[in-house]
């Protein structure tokens, strides 16, 4: 697969493959990645991993976390290495701020104190802990892009939060 074209790629994301999503999101990854293309190029595949990504949700349960963390450091990584696109929500720091708040189910008061005793929570605390560590890797890129807000404000507080989780 990564030897494919962009539309052979995306016709097979298309397609309902299973665990084969898996190797076209890292395939479309590892395009997005490449220097040698132009940077338009480069956001086109880096669009077709997250579809991979998401549809992945399909075919398997319990993976939302982790989709969702994929997609958010893939995003990161674009409005860092690309740059910013306000016109298209995928690449903006104001949809990706609100997309991570949106899958956060504690608040970073609750993570902090959950995770001061974590050792003696059940498995299931301490895995929800750990995919919200997991989904707020980006924060400290993306605060950099967002003006002073309320939605700011919370991410600061995420990025003081995340060193406590386990």
């Known amino acids: ?22 190797t076209a999101r890292v395939a479309a990854q590892a395009q997005a990645y490449n220097p040698s293309h132009p940077q338009e190029a480069r956001r086109q595949w880096a669009k077709l991993s997250p579809l991979a990504n998401r549809r992945m949700l399909e075919h398997a349960e319990g993976a939302s976390a982790r989709v969702a963390q994929q997609d958010f450091m893939l995003r990161m990584w674009v409005i860092d290495q690309l740059g910013p696109d306000d016109t ?24 902090a104190g959950l995770a001061e005793g974590w050792r003696d929570l ?18 400290g890129s993306l605060v950099r892009y967002l003006a002073p807000s309320p939605v700011h404000e919370r991410l600061v507080a995420w990025t003081a939060t995340r060193p406590l989780l386990p």
């Open 1 to 22: 697969m990564s030897t494919w074209t962009l539309d052979q790629l995306q016709k097979f994301i298309r397609d309902p493959r299973g665990q084969q999503l898996e």
């Open 88 to 111: 298209d929500s995928d690449w903006s720091p104001e949809a990706l701020a609100s997309d991570t708040l949106d899958t956060l189910a504690f608040t970073p008061a609750q993570a």
């Open 122 to 139: 059940p498995v299931e605390q301490i895995r929800d802990l750990r995919w919200h560590k997991n989904l707020t890797a980006h924060l």
